[in-house]
């Protein structure tokens, strides 16, 4: 049966992610008027179904959806909940301080949620999925094929132009490569870095934070959060690391509780699994989990860069890059669906001029990007472009303004004595300091300054003050069942391999062996152990007793945070192969 | 390897899916239509020791997955095309209903030699799982390779085919043994054998491909046939032809219900736990 001709199609998405099923979607539409312009698309998502692998906040614009999909509501697309209200809240160790909604307003309005849908990620992209299979039986000139399961592995060159991506492992090119005219890269920079790489793209690099995510089924009795989004600033990430809390209230009594925290942190042991339990431990949040039940666990890496981490194309010959692979999301305003749906809507329009006019080259996909940069969706992700930057030059707002404020919570129930104790100390350098964020992060239209962030993190000297960590730990009464610890978490997880997983590389034992005796001399563990969200590296004891770094594979979630903290660029996180790895289906 | 071309067959069936609750009807027999369906596991490193023959065989061999059972048993016709089958063949017919061992063997050795027929030659080499966990008989291939006179090796670990021969290690009570067959040969693979790997890409693509073809395309890779078309006789078949008689069958009440989740805490906590009120188990940790 089977051709010994190559698997080509005229379009490859490489991953199921909601830009790229949007651009499929959009292409489809756009197909119907021109019955006579026949192509074939290849979906490629490294998950065994779609979805599964997808993991996010998320609450979202409803706007893009009524543009891209507009029929979403008559065609069920999975809604948790219309945000009612959203709070922004300061988080002390015991207290938490709501900051009044006049307030937030004014001078955070990206914090009000108010009309925003309130989605479970996993759910939306598998309903995605499913729409175009359906929709697609009835574009006879389009053909579609579906793979879940297939990671592309690799990017395919042909004389400086993208042709395709390596996918199965056969070991005959014929039956592995994918071959295209325009493969679109919607990964989470799993392969889109290389080609980034290879044509010197990058302006910026890109600033990564881990996000780590829990659902939980509360209890009968409890109060129905549906529709509540609080957005937390503080506790637990107090040691000047760029982090926050979230919690949405979710339908049929369920409530994800998640924390984004940046991996620039100068602590080198973020242990972002286990500030997500602290963060349990806040007395407001043991009561909203009282009799509550742990359902999914899960964890991803984020694109934080934003604007000034833009690559310098976004397309190459016979390739662009979508939503993460870009880095589009917003972290300021907490946003990155809408405008990774906007770049799959956009990117269709231009595929399938490109098809019709059987021309993929970058000049002619160019118009992609500005199209993408013209867009209304990019106009808050511009403006907010100094986020990065406000706290980057005055690493005191968060090492020494936070912790103040957090005391002045927890003892007066609100931030104002401490705020004021902050400006009293130093009035001049104070006002000044809170000048120039406010400017940064609200006022930053008119702005022409550059932004540039540090340089990758190789060689961080692990030379941490010990003490901020410490501020973390909390030794107040909680209910057990509401913390979990790494290895009992994985399980939530429902990571599953079916091959011994070999998606980890670690490129020389001798640079672990010499990163984990730097560390220990310090006395502080090794990143990929400490920051590690599912129990995967860990330290193992040699024949010849020395302290050498172990995989436990199996129990990876793919969140690919090893690959980001390892201080000696030592480690690849490759797409697994068979569909392994965790389902978030749910999550 | 300079060996012939081989016409391999697979024997592959469609089982209640191990994780979902099966029912079962008034007469006895599981209520199929109830639980979901899955390729019965035994076959998977079935299909894997037919693909890796394949290999083994001249560049021209080929793979054909063969099943009995309802309409909705092609899903695992198509699982085997998507893993690198070149063919399938599927006897689907009501009057099978209820067939024991005798019946299906003989169901099936008339499909396989409808497929002979077809194919303008006898096959070389026959795979099938060791048992399925539906029936769990371990007899149906044993039967098709007296019924056609094949060479038969059961509990496969491992094998070669050089020149006609198959060299093949079986699994034997306190052992293993190395034996020798002439072709044609049936062999049943133990579970010890190579897990069935992913699906291929080109496989998926074609899976694809076909179902979104014609009937008539979609025939020449996947072929249905009843007892008409491959010359069974009616009364050998289902219920008729099956002397084994199920007398009566019951459920044994409900399995692991009261299991307990000991999680959260850390090992020696959770020892404690878990021998709580078990003096037996107190006894043992103590010591």
Known sequence: ?587 | MNNKDLDIYVLIKQVPDTRSKAGVNPDGTIDRAKAGKMLNPFDAYALQAALNAKKMGGPNSKVTAVTMGPPPAIDILYQALEHGADNTLMLSDRRLAASDTLATSYALCQTLEYAFKQNGRPGDLIFCGLQTTDGDTAQVGPEISERLDFTQITYCEDFSISDNEVHAKKIIEGGTQLVKAQLPSLITIANSYQKLKFKTLRGAQFVQDIKRSSKEEQAKFVEIIDLDACHAEELRCGLAGSPTIVSKTWKIGVVGGNCKMHQGKSVPDLVGEVVQGLPILEEFVKI
């Not at chain 1, 963060?279 to 407001?284: G, L, R």
């Not at chain 1, 978490?489 to 730097?518: G, K, M, W």
């Open chain 1, 1 to 587: 049966m089977h051709n010994t001709d190559r698997i080509e199609y005229d379009i490859a998405l490489v991953g199921g992610s909601p830009s790229n099923l949007s651009l499929a979607h959009t292409l489809l539409e756009k197909a119907k008027a021109n019955p006579d312009l026949k192509f074939s698309i290849a979906i490629l998502e490294k998950a065994k179904d779609f979805g599964s692998h997808i993991v996010s906040g998320a609450v979202v614009n409803p706007s893009i959806f009524n543009k891209v999909y507009p029929n979403h509501v008559a065609d069920n697309m999975p809604i948790e909940a219309i945000c009612n209200k959203s709070y922004f809240s300061i988080m002390g160790t015991e207290k938490k301080w709501d900051v009044p909604s006049l307030i937030t307003r004014a001078a955070a309005p990206d914090f009000c949620k108010e009309g925003y849908y309130i989605l479970t990620l996993s759910q939306v992209v598998s309903w995605m999925a499913k729409q175009l299979m359906e929709k697609v039986k009835d574009v006879p000139n389009v053909k579609i094929d579906f793979f879940p399961g297939f990671a592309a592995t690799e990017v395919v060159y042909e004389a400086e132009k993208v042709v395709g991506v390596k996918v199965d492992r056969t070991g005959n090119d014929q039956d592995d490569i994918l071959y295209a005219k325009l493969t679109c890269f919607g990964d989470k920079g799993f392969l889109s870095k290389d080609i980034i790489k290879k044509f010197n793209l990058e302006t910026n690099p890109q600033i990564w934070s881990v996000g780590v995510k829990e659902t939980w089924k509360l209890a009968e009795h409890s109060e129905d959060l549906k529709g509540k989004v609080w957005h937390t600033l503080g506790y637990p990430t107090l040691d000047g690391t760029l982090g926050g809390g979230f919690i949405y209230g979710l339908q049929n009594k369920r409530l994800t509780i998640g924390l984004v925290i940046s991996l620039d942190s100068e602590n080198p042991n973020i242990h972002p699994q286990k500030q997500l339990q602290e963060y349990k431990k806040h007395p407001w949040l043991q009561k909203v989990l009282e009799g509550a039940e742990l359902m999914h666990y899960g964890a991803a890496v984020l694109p934080e860069g934003g604007y000034a981490s833009l690559p310098k194309k976004f397309q190459v010959d016979g390739a662009i890059f979508l939503g993460d692979a870009l880095g589009l999301l917003d972290v300021k305003s907490l946003a990155g669906v809408d405008k990774a749906i906007e770049s799959g809507y956009l990117a269709a329009k231009v595929a399938y001029g490109a098809v019709a006019a059987d021309d993929f080259s970058e000049a002619r996909l160019s118009k992609y990007q500005t199209k993408l940069l013209e867009s209304p969706y990019m106009d808050k992700f511009k403006e907010n472009r100094y986020f990065r930057k406000a706290f980057g030059e005055n690493p005191e707002l968060l090492r020494d303004y936070l912790p103040t404020v957090l005391e002045s919570v927890d003892k007066t129930g609100s931030p104002y004595i401490g705020s004021v104790k902050l400006g009293l100390e130093n009035p001049v350098k104070r006002a000044k300091a809170a000048l120039r964020a406010a400017q940064l992060l609200n006022n930053a239209k008119e702005l022409k300054e550059e932004v540039t962030y540090k340089a990758g993190y190789l060689h961080i000297d692990p030379d941490f003050d010990k003490d901020l960590i410490a501020r973390c730990a909390s030794d107040k009464d909680f209910a057990k069942n509401t913390v979990y610890n790494r290895e009992d978490a994985v399980f939530y997880a429902n990571t599953h391999y079916d091959e011994h997983p070999d998606h980890i590389d670690e490129f020389s034992a001798e640079t672990c062996l010499s990163c984990i005796q730097r560390y220990e001399a310090k006395n502080l563990d090794v990143p990929c152990v400490s920051d590690c969200t599912a129990e995967v590296h860990r330290l193992d004891i040699s024949d010849n007793n020395v302290k050498v770094h172990g995989m436990s594979l199996e129990n990876c979630v793919q969140c690919r945070t090893c690959e980001l903290v390892c201080p000696e660029q030592n480690l690849r996180v490759n797409p697994s192969y068979a569909g392994s790895g965790p389902d978030f289906i749910g999550l």
